[in-house]
């Protein structure tokens, strides 16, 4: 959801999420085709080496979390909940693991084990590794100007289980990032909406502040319920080794 893309891009996009007014695609405007955009996205994604404090915020709940990142590995552990959440990117698709916690094997979470919330939050592991930016049928919908940032609209059909009937997402065009992403139930409403609000420096770099994920009232922009990924703290250092095994 790069949330995870070039720092210094993911900054600039970010600090505009803000205010962002949300404009009808122009389908006459010219944007690349699906296979270039993904080659480019993906091209530019690259997770620095940094460990995060924060939480996961529900409705009713606050999870404290510590958060790793290193090249295309991210890495949640839970410390109030017997939860550890690996995420690995590849451009054939991501790779997801959990575990209880350090003493035991990773699970690999495969087919409908991928579309359960994680703990009570609005928050799938199928949202956690955005591999709708990968799936083979994606349309071009067409260009679009969201503030002063051009903006390429697609929509992806999922060719395997998911949530979500389809996914229409943004990419902007000079900075190759993700702006939105909205996802769809099989009558075309919108259920589902993520969108990064804000970032934080650290050291020559950026990470994200929060992250919200919003579960939508079926063909509207109101929410049912929120959830977060906020970041409080980071520093340069993941621990995790340029060797690390997956």
Do not use: C
Not at 87 to 103: A, E, K
Not at 115 to 126: A, C, Q, R, T, W
Not at 131 to 146: E, M, N, P
Not at 225 to 240: L, V
């Amino acid at each position: 959801m790069k949330i995870w893309m070039n720092p210094l891009r993911f900054m600039l996009v970010s600090l505009l999420m803000s205010q962002v007014l949300w404009s009808a695609p122009n389908p006459k405007k010219e944007i690349p085709e699906p296979a270039v955009m993904q080659q480019q996205v993906w091209r530019n994604m690259r997770l620095l080496d940094y460990q995060m404090e924060g939480a996961m915020r529900t409705e009713d709940s606050l999870h404290p979390i510590l958060l790793r990142t290193r090249g295309k590995l991210m890495i949640y552990e839970f410390k109030k909940q017997p939860l550890q959440i690996r995420v690995y990117f590849l451009s054939s698709g991501s790779i997801l693991w959990r575990r209880s916690n350090s003493n035991q094997e990773w699970e690999m979470i495969e087919g409908r084990k991928r579309l359960e919330k994680i703990l009570d939050s609005d928050i799938s592991y199928e949202d956690l590794g955005v591999d709708f930016l990968r799936w083979s049928t994606i349309t071009k919908v067409g260009g679009d100007s969201i503030n002063t940032l051009d903006a390429w609209a697609y929509e992806a059909v999922p060719p395997i289980v998911s949530n979500y009937a389809k996914l229409r997402f943004w990419i902007s065009s000079q900075y190759l990032a993700l702006l939105r992403a909205d996802a769809y139930n099989k009558l075309g409403q919108a259920i589902k909406r993520v969108q990064i609000n804000g970032v934080m420096k650290v050291g020559d770099g950026y990470v994200m502040k929060e992250l919200e994920v919003k579960t939508l009232r079926p063909g509207t922009d109101l929410s049912i319920s929120r959830s977060f990924i906020e970041i409080r703290n980071a520093k340069s250092g993941s621990g995790i080794p340029i060797d690390y095994q997956i």
